[in-house]
């Protein structure tokens, strides 16, 4: 049976919405206030971000080197395949799986709180539960649902179509932020020079900068995605790391730029990030978010439509990327039999992972009727798998590189590793001040991602051995009849 291969049709600015779409996400606009500011403040984030951004251009230049050495789809599946075989590459790549598709539910539950503190109770009808704290309307959990149908249709009609969706939503995107931030800072009510804390008072800044560090693989991940649409990719590949380090910087700049935007309203009277942060969130609606506060005391009501207009685009788009990569990346693993061949059946008219792409739009469907503290259990879960495929990267490519005697690439492949086992190890540490690390709820979400990932390696090995068997089976009748025949 013929292999079947994706269409090469995604142009440079495609590639860039992709990259940068996957990085910005609901977290730009909620982690201000959530975690950025009361753990590290408007300089810590900064600093985190620039380190961060440092570290996720290195690995970029393992990727950069790998996608030389492997043109195709595939990724980190292909990249550990090649250096270390199928086994690890099944690890690899079923933990980058849950860095990269887990990020499109994630955000589908993001949904629900933004159209919540924008509109207020209009989507909260037929009260269904609690979880933690927070209520479950039929109405939101439809919503959302509606959300990630459209967008894995959208997904399964072309990754070209795909694309110009996802440049029209980055576009969008950035040029509502620019105007709400243009206005934010020459505005009379900016008191950035009013000198609030540059750091949390509450939490040791460095302990507050690692805190930011921590959820890092999770919050850049999308810098890889060109790894996973080589096959697809329309234009010279000497092109790409040009393209995803612009990507880096530019989400750098904005996960920082809607933090000190966030920061742009804090008044003399309050002695910390946390009380400012409790008097904002005592609010109601959108006042009650720090970024959505910061762009209504810059333009009123129309802040809060352009800030909400680029929150959602932001989502939509972020979902589209992730629908991109992880869908590649399990069609990967299925072209090589490392799991059941369904996952790398491609939709007939457009040439697109479409058992994939539902696969991961069941994810979206299933995770809103958990509520707002799935987010909090899942970041850590994406951060980890996120961590995880950039670490066999790095490997990857050191290997090869000392082959080749090529002193650069086994540097930043020794520095990517290194990076990789500390955001690990930073998710795993139990420390308070530290609350992206994994929670008990992250614990069994991990465990039965193992145990699903396991069943799958397990029929995918049961499919093969009937192959061979049959193979076996074949031959050995072809040998009896031609002996007949003598």
Same mark, same amino acid.
């Given at each position: 049976?013929?292999?079947?291969?994706?269409?090469?049709?995604?142009?440079?600015?495609?590639?860039?919405?992709?990259?940068?779409?996957?990085?910005?996400?609901?977290?730009?606009?909620?982690?201000?206030?959530?975690?950025?500011?009361?753990?590290a403040?408007?300089?810590?984030?900064?600093i985190?971000?620039?380190i961060?951004?440092?570290v996720?251009?290195v690995?970029?230049?393992n990727?950069?080197?790998?996608?030389?050495?492997?043109?195709?789809?595939?990724?980190?599946?292909?990249?550990?395949?090649?250096?270390?075989g199928?086994?690890?590459?099944?690890?690899?790549?079923?933990?980058?799986?849950?860095?990269?598709?887990?990020?499109?539910?994630?955000?589908?539950?993001?949904?629900?709180?933004?159209?919540?503190?924008?509109?207020?109770?209009?989507f909260?009808?037929?009260?269904l539960?609690?979880?933690?704290?927070?209520?479950?309307?039929?109405?939101e959990?439809?919503?959302?649902?509606a959300v990630?149908l459209?967008?894995?249709?959208?997904?399964?009609?072309?990754?070209?179509?795909?694309?110009?969706?996802?440049?029209a939503l980055?576009?969008?995107?950035?040029?509502?932020?620019?105007?709400?931030?243009?206005?934010a800072?020459?505005?009379?009510?900016?008191?950035?020079?009013?000198?609030?804390?540059?750091?949390?008072?509450?939490?040791?800044?460095?302990?507050?900068?690692?805190?930011?560090?921590a959820?890092?693989?999770?919050a850049?991940?999308?810098?890889?995605?060109?790894?996973?649409?080589?096959?697809?990719?329309?234009f010279?590949?000497?092109?790409?790391?040009?393209?995803?380090?612009?990507?880096?910087i530019?989400?750098?700049?904005?996960?920082?730029?809607?933090?000190?935007?966030?920061?742009?309203?804090?008044?003399?009277k309050?002695?910390?990030?946390?009380?400012?942060?409790?008097?904002?969130?005592s609010?109601?609606?959108?006042?009650?978010?720090?970024?959505?506060?910061?762009a @209504?005391?810059?333009?009123?009501?129309? #802040?809060v !439509? *352009? &800030?909400? /207009?680029?929150? %959602?685009?932001?989502?939509?788009?972020?979902m589209?990327?992730?629908?991109?990569i992880?869908?590649?990346l399990?069609?990967?693993?299925?072209?090589?039999?490392?799991?059941?061949?369904?996952?790398?059946?491609?939709?007939?008219?457009?040439?697109?992972?479409?058992?994939?792409v539902?696969?991961?739009?069941?994810?979206?469907?299933?995770?809103?009727?958990?509520?707002?503290?799935?987010?909090?259990?899942?970041?850590?879960l994406?951060?980890?798998?996120?961590?995880?495929?950039?670490?066999?990267?790095?490997?990857?490519?050191?290997?090869?590189?000392?082959?080749?005697?090529?002193?650069?690439?086994?540097?930043?492949?020794?520095?990517g590793?290194?990076?990789?086992?500390?955001?690990?190890?930073?998710?795993?540490?139990?420390?308070?001040?530290? @609350?992206?690390?994994?929670?008990w709820p #992250?614990? !069994? *979400? &991990?465990? /039965?991602?193992? %145990?699903?990932?396991?069943?799958?390696?397990l029929?995918?090995?049961?499919?093969?051995?009937?192959?061979?068997a049959?193979?076996?089976?074949s031959?050995?009748?072809?040998?009896?009849s031609?002996?007949?025949?003598?």
């Amino acid at each position: 049976m013929a292999v079947q291969r994706l269409q090469r049709s995604l142009k440079p600015i495609h590639v860039f919405a992709f990259t940068y779409g996957s990085i910005i996400g609901w977290g730009a606009f909620m982690l201000s206030g959530d975690q950025f500011l009361p753990h590290a403040g408007p300089l810590g984030t900064a600093i985190a971000m620039l380190i961060a951004a440092f570290v996720a251009i290195v690995i970029a230049c393992n990727y950069g080197f790998m996608v030389h050495h492997h043109w195709g789809d595939g990724g980190e599946f292909a990249y550990a395949n090649m250096a270390f075989g199928r086994r690890h590459a099944f690890i690899c790549s079923w933990f980058t799986v849950l860095g990269m598709a887990g990020i499109v539910p994630l955000n589908t539950t993001a949904i629900s709180i933004i159209v919540r503190n924008l509109f207020g109770s209009l989507f909260q009808w037929k009260y269904l539960y609690s979880v933690a704290g927070f209520e479950i309307y039929l109405g939101e959990v439809l919503l959302a649902a509606a959300v990630v149908l459209l967008l894995a249709q959208l997904s399964n009609s072309g990754v070209k179509r795909a694309g110009n969706f996802i440049t029209a939503l980055v576009i969008l995107e950035l040029i509502c932020v620019a105007i709400v931030v243009v206005a934010a800072f020459i505005g009379p009510k900016n008191r950035m020079l009013s000198s609030p804390p540059a750091f949390s008072p509450d939490v040791n800044p460095l302990m507050g900068i690692m805190a930011i560090l921590a959820v890092s693989p999770w919050a850049f991940a999308g810098f890889n995605a060109p790894s996973h649409a080589v096959e697809e990719i329309g234009f010279e590949k000497k092109n790409i790391m040009k393209i995803v380090v612009i990507s880096i910087i530019l989400g750098a700049l904005m996960y920082t730029i809607i933090t000190v935007l966030s920061a742009s309203t804090y008044p003399l009277k309050y002695h910390s990030w946390p009380e400012y942060l409790r008097n904002i969130r005592s609010h109601s609606g959108w006042q009650s978010m720090p970024s959505f506060y910061a762009a @209504s005391q810059a333009l009123g009501q129309w #802040g809060v !439509i *352009l &800030l909400g /207009i680029a929150s %959602v685009s932001a989502i939509m788009g972020v979902m589209v990327g992730f629908f991109m990569i992880g869908s590649r990346l399990l069609y990967a693993m299925a072209r090589s039999h490392v799991i059941p061949k369904a996952f790398g059946r491609l939709h007939s008219k457009y040439r697109t992972p479409n058992f994939a792409v539902l696969f991961i739009m069941f994810l979206g469907l299933v995770v809103p009727f958990f509520g707002r503290n799935a987010l909090l259990y899942m970041v850590p879960l994406c951060s980890l798998g996120a961590a995880v495929g950039y670490g066999y990267t790095s490997a990857a490519a050191m290997k090869f590189a000392l082959k080749e005697k090529n002193t650069k690439i086994v540097c930043t492949g020794a520095f990517g590793i290194l990076m990789s086992v500390v955001a690990v190890v930073l998710l795993f540490i139990p420390v308070e001040s530290l @609350s992206s690390t994994f929670k008990w709820p #992250g614990y !069994i *979400l &991990l465990a /039965i991602w193992i %145990v699903l990932g396991a069943i799958l390696r397990l029929v995918a090995l049961k499919n093969e051995r009937k192959k061979i068997a049959i193979r076996e089976k074949s031959r050995q009748e072809r040998l009896a009849s031609s002996e007949k025949k003598s």
